[in-house]
């Protein structure tokens, strides 16, 4: 199972390469640039189930510590096991 830190920290850098391909756009100011560098929003949603994954308390507390706003979206249903 991955570690709840790994997937946050995986995710935040991807989320900053992808502000960073923004350089240069045109209209994309520096101001814009360095506030989108900070997330401020996370929406666990169509990703599955999230309450399934066993590390979720722990994910969730990590981003209430750095202040990021969080959406938890399930459809509570759980697969039948055999």
């Not at 995986?10 to 960073?20: P, Q, R, S, V």
């Not at 560098?37 to 996370?42: E, G, I, N, Q, T």
């Not at 507390?61 to 959406?71: A, F, H, W």
């Not at 938890?72 to 039948?80: I, S």
């Amino acid at each position: 199972m991955d570690d709840p830190l790994e997937i946050f920290n995986t995710a935040a850098d991807l989320h900053t390469e992808m502000i960073n391909q923004m350089k240069g756009v045109p209209g994309v100011t520096q101001e814009r640039l360095v506030e989108g560098l900070s997330a401020r929003y996370c929406a666990l949603s169509l990703v599955g189930e999230p309450i399934m994954y066993l590390e979720i308390s722990m994910f969730l507390d990590e981003l209430q510590k750095r202040r990021i706003s969080t959406l938890l979206v399930t459809n509570v249903q759980f697969p039948e096991r055999n």
